[in-house]
């Protein structure tokens, strides 16, 4: 009852921000969350943690059996140390999965123990191959008041056999996520590692008022296209104090995938991110997109460190696509040993099929970066939009970095528009106009909230 009520005035108070100056201030929200008035552990039901027996129906038993204290405050799943071998399972609300110190929950490697579940509609097919794709090995489906939680428990995927498939093209289905919260509301992820995801880590799609706290998530440079936290048309996202290092992107912002996307029409907005370490072998640290079809905007990312990466911070687009990528502030920020620091580019990302429609443009407009400092980076900044929907209003402020070497590529630009100041290198000249900066990102700099964005003046 108290968690229902803490939570409803958590939405309230939401709601009175997102009408205010600073929707996008999700973390400063920090409400404490009652204990559950009751726990059980995962051995009442006949669990074994000797990492051979399968658990999948103690998992099971033990959430349909606490699903009878929804109405009584809720109640919290204990896994005590040792490693708990399971297939999917789902979770329900008003529901805590706790994971003691030494407690690893590990997934099972055999893809014909999955259950296959429908595509998400804003995609319309499995992101690998068209269908189906294997439900996630923990899921949340219309849920209200979840919280995955613990001392430092761990979370396994045991991702290697999926990724083998997927590099031999002997998929038949999409592979798993880790975790995969659909249509659910008041949701906590924290104080956990999680490891080797088949694909990505934390996927939670079509959500409001998610809080990923104080998190650790790891996978091998090598492992393919492997994902840390991927909100996907998801609102009122805060993740902050967490540890990512992956093979493609550490945190990807998404909204849905084309005509599919179009046509579900849910953007991410209100998505704050701070005091992270993100590292991303293959991609970004901090990728926006390329699946951005029902639109993302709203976004502040401050106190961040990327390091050895292929991209810092990269918005990734096609045409097909549609959808807007707009009012995303990123400042103070750290990168270290990274191919290129800043990328925005409309000529990446693939179709779901051939319905797509090409006159489908993005736009990207209202950028800001500002305070970042990096070390050992190859190419500044690398911006490429079409030639019908030039990137608008893209506004460089105190940015050093150091280039490793020199040469007229430190930044490459067509089709964008904005102004600097303070930045070296030099930027191109379609975004180095240093005396127009003041009055054109100034109103939303100094403010940094949703009323400043929208009064800002437009620039020419
Ligand atoms: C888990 O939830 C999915 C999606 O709602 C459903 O298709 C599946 O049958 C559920 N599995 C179990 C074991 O309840
Ligand atoms: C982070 O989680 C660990 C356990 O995983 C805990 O010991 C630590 O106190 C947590 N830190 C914060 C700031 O919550
Ligand atoms: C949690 O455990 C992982 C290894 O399993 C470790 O890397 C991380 O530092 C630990 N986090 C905390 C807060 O103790
Ligand atoms: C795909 O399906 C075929 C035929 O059912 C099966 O032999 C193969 O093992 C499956 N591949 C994977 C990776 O599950
Ligand atoms: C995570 O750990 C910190 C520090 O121990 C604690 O204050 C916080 O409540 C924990 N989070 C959850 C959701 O239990
Ligand atoms: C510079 O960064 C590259 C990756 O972009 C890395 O391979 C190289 O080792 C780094 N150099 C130093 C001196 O750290
Ligand atoms: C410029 O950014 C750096 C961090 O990269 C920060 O320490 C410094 O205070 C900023 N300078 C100004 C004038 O804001
Ligand atoms: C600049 O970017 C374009 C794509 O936008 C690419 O084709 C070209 O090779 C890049 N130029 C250099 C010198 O890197
Ligand atoms: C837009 O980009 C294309 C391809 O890089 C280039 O040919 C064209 O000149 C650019 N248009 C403008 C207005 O910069």
Redesign the pocket.
Known sequence: MLVALVLMLLALSNEGRVNGERGDRQCEFNPSLSPRPHSVSILEFGAVGDGKTLNTIAFQNAIFYLKSFSDKGGAQLYVPPGTWLTESFNLTSHLTLFLEKGAVIIGSQDPSQWDVVEPLPSYGRGLEVPGGRYQSLINGYMLHDVVITGNNGTIDGMGFTWWESFRSHSLNYSRPHLVELVASNDVVVSNLTFLNAPAYSIHPVYCSNVRIHNISIFAPPESPYTVGIVPDSSDHVCIEECTIATGYDAIALKSGWDEYGIAYGRPTENVHIRRVHLQASYGSSLAFGSDMSGGISNVVVEHVILDNSKGGIEFRTVRGRGGYMKEIIIS???MKNINTAIVATAYCGSHPDDKFDPNALPTLDHFIF????GTNITIAGSFAGLQESPFTNICL????LSVNYASSTTWNCSNVSGVSD?VIPKPCPDLDSPSKYSSSCFSMLSMKGKTAVSGMVSMK
Not at 397 to 400: A, G, K, L, V, Y
């Open positions: 103070d920020v750290e500002q305070d970042i400092i402020s105190n940015i050093t303070s």
